[in-house]
């Protein structure tokens, strides 16, 4: 029975630039908002449903992170773009989660679009976007639900260790992106090891591989939608590097720049392990074919031995009257012991040649 393909909606279609819709699939039933603002002697945190309780924190000489986890409830984000000052076409990329990783400048923000990866549930590879409005002294995320790799951040800020308290909104959007970034490693790690477990599958021959096959398609799917998740992220970095824009302060450059090395060494891991997952279905194919190459190849050895037995077997199986060895004495075992004379032999030669 054949599986119908469902079609796809573009919802897209028809609706003027700017249009505040949100276009993901994972629906949350609150929108929870965690604040954090801090200095380098002072530090609170508020967990609310309201945007509106961020609204007075704005301009207080502190970096305020604004983290708001939900984004259908479009309501809110639109009240939190209207307070910030933020363009309708920001709001609806916010709002729109299936845009690749970019940046866009305006004149007293920027905004970032990139992708997160991390796994839930140990086996679950959980791709989610997250947004990111970078101010004067605030930082803005959107994500679509809860789960993140942002609880180490959260707790060095807290906790004031590192340089982050002492520096502004900039270093804030660098550590984020840093946090993003280096769990990309932990999730390439994680398919280096399935990787290296599906090879160790493909050469066991006490092990059936059913399954392989369909595994490593999988697998080559997941690595092609890591590496659409992750690549354009390179040139982010790159151009963010190398603006000139009166956030990000000159000391916040160097720490991108390690961070270009990171994301660098990260597309170069992938094209490493999407090359691996491209030979590992060339090389499950050319074991099953040289297995099945070694059965055709027995097949074929007793095959050949029965021929001429067969031959000798079919003469004598002829139902004439004048034929002289069907009376003789020991006409039956001469006849066996011929047989038995040229299947050893034929073993022999087989063996020397090295074909058994």
Do not use: C
Not at 245 to 265: A, C, E, M, Q, S
């Amino acid at each position: 029975m054949k599986s119908k393909k469902k079609k796809k909606s573009y919802k897209t279609i028809n609706r003027s630039p700017g249009t505040i819709q949100y276009r993901g699939k994972k629906q949350s039933a609150v929108t929870v908002v965690e604040i954090i603002n801090y200095s380098k002697e002072y530090y609170h945190k508020i967990e609310t449903q309201k945007v509106e309780d961020a609204f007075h924190l704005k301009g207080n000489d502190k970096v305020t992170w604004i983290n708001v986890n939900g984004l259908n409830n479009t309501s809110e984000i639109e009240k939190l773009g209207n307070h910030y000052g933020l363009h309708p076409l920001t709001l609806e990329d916010i709002l729109n989660t299936n845009h690749r990783p970019k940046m866009d400048e305006f004149d007293h923000y920027l905004f970032l679009v990139m992708k997160m990866l991390y796994f839930k549930n140990e086996d679950e590879l959980v791709y989610e976007q997250v947004s990111m409005v970078v101010g004067e002294d605030y930082v803005l995320t959107f994500q679509e639900a809860d789960g993140d790799v942002f609880d180490d951040l959260r707790e060095r800020i807290s906790a004031g260790k590192g340089r982050g308290r002492s520096m502004g909104s900039d270093y804030l959007m660098y550590a984020i992106m840093d946090a993003v970034v280096d769990n990309y490693l932990t999730v390439i790690e994680a398919f280096g090891d399935k990787i290296e477990d599906i090879e160790n599958r493909i050469f066991d021959s006490e092990t059936e591989n059913d399954q392989t096959a369909n595994t490593i398609q999988t697998l080559k799917r997941e690595v092609l939608k890591i590496r659409r998740s992750v690549f354009p992220l390179r040139e982010v970095i790159n151009r963010l590097e190398k603006i000139e824009h009166p956030i990000i302060d000159d000391k916040t450059r160097n720490f991108l720049r390690d961070l270009y090395d990171h994301i660098v060494h990260v597309n170069e891991s992938i094209e490493v392990y999407r090359e691996m997952v491209w030979s590992l279905l060339d090389m499950y194919m050319t074991i099953i074919s040289n297995k099945m190459n070694e059965v055709m190849k027995v097949l074929t050895i007793i095959a050949t031995i029965f021929i001429p037995l067969t031959f000798i077997a079919g003469i004598y199986g002829m139902n004439f009257d004048h034929m002289p060895e069907l009376h003789h004495k020991y006409g039956y075992f001469i006849l066996w012991g011929l047989m038995l004379f040229i299947f050893f032999m034929m073993l022999l030669f087989f063996r020397r040649k090295k074909w058994l």
